[in-house]
């Protein structure tokens, strides 16, 4: 009973950090009609996750030094702390700070991944691993769902929404988190966890096609309610509910993945038939905003359940292939390339947006995870398999 307690205590922190982190593309109206430009809330949108990226390897050795109960209230408390503060604060710069601390205080959450290792079994660890995935798409459902309707009421009121969930995360991880006990081990993943799995190009071709893959996810996730009003004529509060949908089914599309995976005995090859079909939607989309065909809606929720599907698969390809010896550091090399991109996401295709429009910059995002299928290496990573089961 206690894992799952931990299970959920940690599926619910990473839905507050999700909510909150990825989730302000949701008040991107709210931030025009107070007078920010579109460039300045890309800006905005992109600061708790400048703010995560920074301090997620500080958050993860800290984690280790200190336990995880100590780190998560410490660390989702300051974060809710800092959104009160941003409520009372005024201008773009200021406003842009609190986020980006709240962010890096979030960041916090992403060390809880260790509960699960700690308290479940190996045979265990993929289907918790794959709740706690779920919690990233889970967050931003919640997001469409409420902050377009709390923001009718101001920017404000919605931040203190997100302090509380913060709060509420803060005070769960402080009552109900205790740090594992050792688990008997259950081996190592690599035949040789000793030698640096850098070694060969493989975890670094991982590592960059992962972080492509975030590009068209969080084109999706921050713009998809901005094309729904702008071009569709939607209004907020509609695109939000049906955009939280959309989340809610690429929660499931992540277990889905992850059942497929299990399945078929292959992570990599799953993970690049999502990104080939991820591609080949952006383009869809890309000619139905130009054509201004009602297709874009369905085109664009395909989207928004298909492109988050992989996460789980990169997550589980990494850490296997890096072994037991390398998993940490190589994840933590992965979550923050992927952070960066996603940083970097919402203020740049917010400019290309204004300068082209949409279709043009769905079209230009469609290559980036074609680009991440061949990168994926799949073959090398068989062949080494092979040769491995041969040794």
Request: include cysteine; aromatic fraction near 8%.
């Amino acid at each position: 009973m206690k894992r799952w307690i931990m299970l959920t205590v940690g599926t619910l922190a990473m839905v507050a950090g999700s909510t909150s982190q990825y989730g302000l593309a949701y008040l991107i109206p709210a931030f025009r009609d107070q007078g920010y430009s579109l460039e300045q809330t890309g800006l905005l949108v992109a600061c708790p996750t400048v703010g995560v990226t920074a301090t997620l390897i500080a958050w993860g050795a800290a984690a280790d030094r200190w336990g995880e109960r100590a780190v998560l209230s410490t660390g989702l408390g300051t974060a809710g702390l800092v959104l009160l503060v941003a409520r009372q604060v005024h201008g773009t710069t200021a406003l842009a700070v609190c986020l980006a601390l709240s962010g890096a205080a979030g960041a916090s959450v992403l060390a809880s991944g260790r509960l699960i290792l700690g308290w479940f079994a190996r045979r265990e660890r993929a289907l918790a691993m794959g709740i706690r995935q779920s919690a990233g798409p889970m967050g931003l459902a919640l997001a469409a769902a409420t902050l377009p309707a709390i923001a009718v009421h101001g920017i404000d009121m919605a931040l203190l929404f997100l302090s509380a969930l913060f709060l509420a995360a803060a005070t769960a991880a402080f009552v109900l988190v205790r740090d594992p006990e050792p688990v008997a081990a259950a081996g190592p993943v690599a035949p040789d966890p000793s030698p640096s799995p850098y070694r060969t190009p493989h975890l670094w071709r991982l590592h960059a096609a992962s972080a492509l893959l975030v590009i068209p996810q969080f084109t999706i996730t921050t713009f998809a309610l901005v094309f729904l009003t702008d071009s569709r004529g939607w209004t907020p509060l509609a695109a939000g509910h049906l955009l939280a949908g959309a989340q809610v089914f690429g929660a499931l599309s992540r277990l889905g993945a992850g059942y497929w995976s299990d399945r078929t005995g292959s992570r990599l090859g799953p993970m690049r038939i999502i990104a080939v079909t991820t591609g080949a939607g952006m383009l869809a989309l890309a000619a139905a905003a130009a054509s201004g065909s009602g297709l874009a809606v369905p085109v664009l929720l395909f989207l928004g359940v298909v492109a988050v599907s992989s996460n789980g698969l990169s997550f589980t390809a990494v850490a296997e292939y890096a072994g037991t010896a390398w998993a940490g550091r190589a994840l933590g090399i992965q979550t923050t390339g992927q952070n960066v991109l996603t940083a970097a996401v919402p203020p740049v295709l917010a400019v290309a947006i204004g300068a082209g429009g949409f279709a043009s910059s769905f079209a230009v995002v469609a290559a980036f995870p074609l680009a991440a299928a061949a990168l994926i290496p799949v073959e090398e990573v068989r062949r080494d398999a092979t040769a491995d089961q041969r040794s």
